[in-house]
């Protein structure tokens, strides 16, 4: 069972970039997918970006496209978001997670595995 840890948020203005980490206790090995979501105060979990650990094919969520990019390291233990462009809107706690499957989805409750978040603040 894999475990997440997640790190790098924090306060930034408007129009600037964040780049959050997240590292995994074991290898992520090729049938993995890994994704980013985020969740404000009162709103749903929502997707942000996913990747095929094995493949390298991503998707991304229509609020992001364009300004995030989400990426694995060479031994595939360590999934990084870079956030350019931010908007208040992106402020959220964002978190890392991790499923079986080959099918790339931002859907939150096919991911079996978590992290416990980092916060990301974007004032205007």
């Known amino acids: 069972q894999v475990q997440l840890v997640e790190s790098g948020g924090g306060s930034v203005q408007a129009g600037g970039s964040l780049e959050l980490s997240c590292a995994a206790s074991d290898t992520l090995y090729t049938y993995y997918q890994a994704a980013w979501f985020r969740q404000a105060p009162g709103k749903e979990r929502e997707g942000v970006a996913s990747?095929?650990?094995?493949?390298?094919?991503?998707a991304y969520g229509d609020s992001v496209k364009g300004r995030f990019i989400i990426s694995q390291d060479n031994a595939k233990n360590t999934l990084t978001l870079q956030m350019n462009d931010l908007k208040p809107e992106d402020s959220a706690m964002y978190y890392c997670?991790?499923?079986?499957?080959?099918?790339?989805?931002?859907?939150?409750?096919?991911?079996?595995?978590w992290g416990r978040g980092t916060q990301v603040t974007v004032s205007s």
């Open positions: 997670a991790a499923r079986v499957g080959n099918v790339l989805t931002l859907d939150p409750s096919q991911y079996r595995f």
């Open positions: 990747i095929n650990i094995g493949t390298g094919r991503t």
